[in-house]
Nanobody, 112 residues
């Protein structure tokens, strides 16, 4: 059974940082490109970032480019999202995705 478990969300002030983690199990992790997708309150899903199977290629939405960094540790079956210079508009539930499988998400709230 595929499991994707996100963690690391929380409440942070504007300009602050958070590091999200997604622990994967139930599939061959390093066969997959991994992605982060978010959903802000009252809005649709927004793709945030992706990383190739070996970490050699990374991709970012324009809205987070230069502030967020995606990485992975295939030995730990984990993908990360380092989020710096957080803005109010980064408030959302952040989901980890592998192919058609999704985690349950972790809430990130940026507020003063």
């Amino acid at each position: 059974e595929v499991q994707l478990v996100e963690s690391g969300g929380g409440l942070v002030q504007p300009g602050g940082s958070l590091r999200l983690s997604c622990a994967a199990s139930g599939f061959t992790f390093d066969d997959y490109t991994m992605s982060w997708v978010r959903q802000a309150p009252g809005k649709g899903l927004e793709w945030v970032s992706a990383i190739s199977w070996n970490g050699g290629s990374t991709y970012y939405a324009e809205s987070v480019k230069g502030r967020f960094t995606i990485s992975r540790d295939n030995a730990k079956n984990t993908v990360y999202l380092q989020m710096n210079s957080l803005k109010y508009e980064d408030t959302a539930v952040y989901y980890c995705r592998a192919g058609s499988d999704w985690g349950r998400g972790t809430q990130v709230t940026v507020s003063s």
